[in-house]
């Protein structure tokens, strides 16, 4: 992996990762892939909306379809045809939601499956080894995420746990192929933040996590430990903010400084009606817009803006046909894309991009 910090204005950055299967510009949006999939997406339809990387999840792929299905199909781009980079991340939200189906140890995680409640085991370096196999561009290393508000031991024996999985995880990195990104716990604390910070950098990953945020936490919290966070991480190398997908949230991480982002919120939003635009979200299902034939968004030239009326996605969705949720799947993805996209041209300009940056309608 190589990235190449192209231009700073204030806290955002506009930069270049390059990857074993491709080119992406910084800031970017990673629609979450969680099963292989980005719900009700096709991966050229993923392409047509400006997507350049995909997240997909290990805990997933991991119990369905597992890992010999995948490398069996040629591994997890093929298997999935998409041909642009993929970041996996390491499954440790998903165990360590699973309260009262995981027990943690110093050496991993055992846990039950959603599925069936089988037994399966995480360890730092099956977690690694796993996300090698499949092909993944980049791979995160295994770390513990404490929802908040959490008591100060917790948070403690989670930076502890994640600092000592993190330099298993950078031991146990085979595949020159996959680049390696640990993650700074913390919480909601700046000395903690400090140290998980201080002992992750020490390990030099190829790039940098801000994990435990958008856990519970109020959305000014998260700004400051945010904010506080990024500082804390080298410039030379990529920042990925993990769970983060509302464009004010968006728009506030790019400006204090980071790269890259990945939510499951636009893709749920489009399955439940819920539209996003550059003005604000509305409930495609409210009463005032059956008889509205403007566009979702006029601001925004996506097929679905420039094809569709808001009465006919509302008769779609009251009609529960599942063309609705798919074509506002696409747009939300596709806006998100359009305000990193936006930021880079913003920070290339010597503009600084602010919260609320004024969209831009390209011909």
Not at 44 to 59: D, G, H, S
Not at 313 to 335: D, I, K, Q, T
Request: overall charge neutral; charged content about 25%; proline content about 4%.
């Amino acid at each position: 992996m190589r990235f190449e910090l192209l231009e700073r204005v204030g806290g955002a950055r506009r930069g270049r990762i390059t990857l074993a299967h491709g080119i992406v510009e910084t800031p970017t949006f990673m629609p979450v892939g969680t099963a292989a999939t980005v719900k009700g997406l096709t991966p050229q339809e993923l392409r047509e909306a400006q997507t350049q990387i995909l997240l997909a999840n290990t805990y997933h792929l991991w119990l369905r379809p597992g890992l010999e299905t995948i490398v069996e199909a040629g591994g997890l781009h093929r298997f999935m045809a998409w041909d642009r980079p993929i970041l996996t991340d390491s499954g440790g939200f998903q165990v360590f939601s699973l309260r009262e189906r995981r027990r943690i140890d110093d050496d991993g995680v055992t846990f039950q499956s959603h599925l069936d409640g089988s037994s399966h085991r995480f360890t730092p370096e099956s977690v690694i080894a796993f996300q090698e196999a499949i092909g993944a561009d980049i791979a995160m290393a295994l770390d513990v995420c404490v929802r908040l508000p959490a008591e100060q031991d917790e948070l403690e024996r989670a930076v502890l746990q994640t600092s000592r999985w993190a330099a298993r995880a950078a031991a146990a990195r085979r595949r020159d192929a996959t680049a390696l990104f640990g993650i700074v716990q913390g919480g909601l604390s700046r000395p903690l933040r400090e140290r998980s910070a201080r002992e992750i950098v020490a390990l030099d990953f190829d790039g940098y996590a801000i994990g435990g945020l958008s856990v519970g936490e109020t959305r000014s919290e998260m700004e400051t430990a945010l904010r506080f966070s990024a500082e804390l991480l080298p410039v030379d190398r990529p920042r990925y903010l993990m769970g983060v997908g509302t464009l004010e949230d968006v728009r506030t991480a790019i400006d204090a400084g980071i790269d890259m982002f990945d939510c499951v919120y636009p893709t749920r939003c489009g399955r439940n009606g819920r539209a996003m635009t550059h003005r604000g979200e509305f409930h495609i299902r409210n009463a005032r817009f059956t008889r509205d034939v403007g566009p979702l968004d006029e601001a925004c030239d996506c097929i679905v803006c420039r094809t569709y009326s808001r009465a006919y996605l509302a008769h779609l969705f009251r009609a529960n046909e599942m063309l609705g949720p798919r074509l506002l799947s696409y747009h939300n993805v596709y806006l998100l894309n359009t305000v990193v996209a936006e930021a880079r041209l913003a920070t290339e300009r010597g503009r600084v991009t602010g919260s609320s940056p004024e969209p831009s309608r390209r011909p």
